[in-house]
Every structure is written in C-alpha cells, then in structure tokens.
C-alpha cells in the first residue's frame, strides 16, 4: 500500500513553455503532499506543501508564479513550471503525507 | 548551514558492515528517517526511529539514536552491492515537513 506514482518519468522541452507534473496517491488520500526538487548529487530541497482545497505554501525563494501548484483532489496534486528556463531543469519529487510520507518515483525535467 | 549533516561518501565491501552517521539540530524531532535513492528513482523509505527510542532493528538494519548529542546511525549488516545507492537520514517537525541531509553516497565493491 501508499504507492505515489509521478507523471510524466521524464520530459524534455523548449525553453519558455510550460510542463505540468502530476502526483497522485493511488491507494490512499492525502490532504496534504509535498514538492521537493534535487539538483544532482544534492539532497531534496522543499519547495511547497500543497494542501488540498486551499492554496499551497512555497517556501522562502521559491516563486509562486514560476512553479503552480493545485490540489484539486485528495489523490492528486499537479506542479506546474512555467515558462520553463534550462536553469529549471532538475528532478522533482513529490509526497504525500498520511502519517508518513510517500514519495512518487520523480520526474526528470530538462529544458533546452 | 544545514540542520541535518551527513557524510557524503562511504566505500565498503561486500559482505561487511556499513555504518551511515548523521547529525542534527532540531531537538524537537519526533521522528527520524533513513530513505534510499537508487539512481535516477525517487526515496524510499527504509526504516525510521521514534525520537524516545535509543534504538531499532530491522533484518539487517539497525538504526541507533543518541537524542543528547543529536546523532543518528544507520548500520547494514552484510552489505550487498544492490545496497549501492544515495542514502539520506531526515528529521520530521509536527506538520509532517521532512528535513533532509545531504546524503551519503555507498558503494559496495565486490
């Protein structure tokens, strides 16, 4: 049980566009899911708890506008870069929060 | 600096023990975790400690916690190669956000 699961794995795109990555819980609800993003071989970095049916809480330095965050269900909650730079490529990892969290298996994002 | 330290390389050969160690600061943690990244996955969870407990053993892991000086051991009895991976220990606060440390990189060499 408590499996997340991400999509898309991996994306490639053009500068300037905009990429939605889905989180969903697939056995279980959760109110509450995090987004995290990991630069290569550097630890998880936090950048907002998502809450569902209320707007999310980024955390400091982490651009509200640039990254759209919706919780529209207890099962999922999709992040969306927006006019995508190269400097947003990365890896970005959800949760969901149920007593502990579970993490999705993460998305690759790498923008050209 | 941040709260949760880890070394960041550990070589170990197969068969032995690993010995991951991590410090931290929030003293108020209830919970502390150790997760595994395998490369280019997402974490999974391998065991965790309760912030009242000294220590807890799962088949081949033992966790060991010493609240006084805030440190965190993770110990993998007969290391395998696939026990190759990114391994990061994590403090919780009361609203469930994880603190990670950087990450210890293992690698088991034959």
């Known amino acids: 049980g408590a499996v997340v699961s991400q999509h898309p794995s991996r994306v490639i795109c053009k500068s300037g566009t905009s990429v939605k990555i889905e989180c969903r819980s697939l056995d279980f609800q959760a109110t509450t899911m995090f987004w995290y993003r990991q630069f290569p071989k550097q630890s998880l970095m936090l950048m907002a708890t998502?809450?569902?049916?209320?707007?999310?809480?980024?955390e400091q330095g982490v651009e509200k506008d640039k990254f759209l965050i919706n919780h529209a269900s207890l099962t999922l909650s999709t992040l969306t870069v927006t006019s995508a730079h190269p400097e947003d490529s990365s890896f970005y990892i959800c949760?969901?929060?149920?007593?502990?969290?579970?993490f999705g298996p993460g998305t690759r994002l790498l923008v050209l | 600096g941040e709260d949760v330290e880890q070394s960041l390389f550990l070589s170990v050969r197969e068969g032995d023990s690993s010995v991951i160690n991590c410090t931290y600061t929030?003293?108020?943690?209830?919970?502390l975790y150790w997760y595994k990244q395998e490369p280019g996955a997402g974490l999974q969870l391998l065991t965790y400690?309760?912030?009242?407990?000294d220590m807890k053993q799962d088949q081949r892991l033992t966790v060991l916690l010493n609240k006084k000086d805030k440190h965190l051991s993770l110990r993998i009895a007969d290391t395998q190669t696939g026990d190759s991976a990114i391994y990061f220990c994590?403090?919780?606060?009361?609203?469930?956000?994880?603190?990670f440390g950087a990450g210890t990189q293992v690698v088991v060499t034959p």
């Open positions: 929030d003293s108020s943690s209830t919970y």
């Open positions: 994590a403090e919780t606060d009361s609203w469930g956000k994880l603190q």
């Open positions: 400690i309760f912030s009242n407990m």
């Open positions: 949760s969901a929060f149920t007593g502990d969290q579970y």
């Open positions: 998502s809450n569902e049916g209320s707007k999310a809480t980024y």
